[in-house]
């Protein structure tokens, strides 16, 4: 009876290993053009994109891409197993939160953006932008930034779910600034019907304390698949 209950319990055990291992890895990013964005067949395509996926095929795993606001594609690789984020900046705030792979994109630039008509702002330093509004998304490098640098929500920061509303509050003036690289800040106003001149960069963000833009696995991710993942990385990269 107990060798009959000591098999029972092994078999369940590869039982649910064997589960696990087929699992597919579920592969999470936000909407930020050109590095990645919904195509109109409802995948998700981007510079970005493409690059995780050649990755991820020829370390041969089953995989699942999704595209989520910011706020929910960084909690999931917070707290989930088998999950992984791009593109995503490595800085000394997120650097034990994940298992990161470096660089998957160089890093862009990121830029105070203002409408164009807004001749009464006047910005020289960081210190000069805690007298506006700044239409920020949680969890973001720039979110993350500037609550170490002093600023505070419901105050400077003006919290809302994905870029697009920052955006729109923008346009609307509802905000007075927001924050973005030229490439998509320019992509983002072409969506809408604007000129990429009705907004003017005020200030750039530093972005010294950012190691690399990243792919990044959950802490929760078994080693033997972050690197079988990070082999192919590295020979992709010729690192």
């Not at 998700?44 to 929910?72: F, M, Q, S």
């Not at 190691?211 to 078994?222: E, G, I």
Request: aromatic share 12%; proline share 5%; with cysteine.
């Amino acid at each position: 009876m107990l060798k009959n209950s000591a098999f029972i319990v092994i078999f369940s055990l590869q039982f649910i290993s064997a589960a696990c291992a087929r699992e597919p890895l579920e592969v999470v990013t936000e909407d930020w053009p050109p590095y990645s964005f919904l195509l109109p067949d409802g995948t998700v395509g981007g510079i970005a994109t493409e690059k995780v996926r050649t990755v991820l095929d020829k370390a041969g795993l089953e995989y699942r891409i999704n595209l989520y606001p910011w706020v929910r594609a960084y909690k999931m690789a917070l707290t989930q197993k088998n999950v992984l984020i791009y593109s995503i900046y490595r800085s000394k705030e997120r650097e034990s939160k994940f298992q990161w792979l470096c660089p998957l994109l160089p890093t862009h630039p990121m830029y105070f953006y203002a409408l164009s008509s807004r001749k009464d702002i006047k910005v020289k330093t960081l210190e000069d932008l805690k007298q506006y509004t700044i239409g920020i998304t949680k969890e973001e490098y720039g979110y993350q930034y500037l609550l170490e640098h002093g600023f505070k929500e419901n105050k400077q920061l003006d919290i809302t779910p994905n870029y697009d509303i920052n955006l729109r509050k923008l346009i609307e003036k509802r905000v007075d600034f927001i924050v973005e690289s030229s490439h998509t800040m320019q992509m983002r106003l072409q969506d809408i019907g604007y000129n990429f001149e009705r907004v003017t960069p005020v200030f750039e963000m530093d972005t010294d304390t950012v190691a690399d833009n990243c792919m990044a696995f959950s802490l929760k991710t078994p080693p033997e698949i972050v690197e079988q993942v990070r082999e192919v990385f590295f020979q992709q990269t010729g690192r």
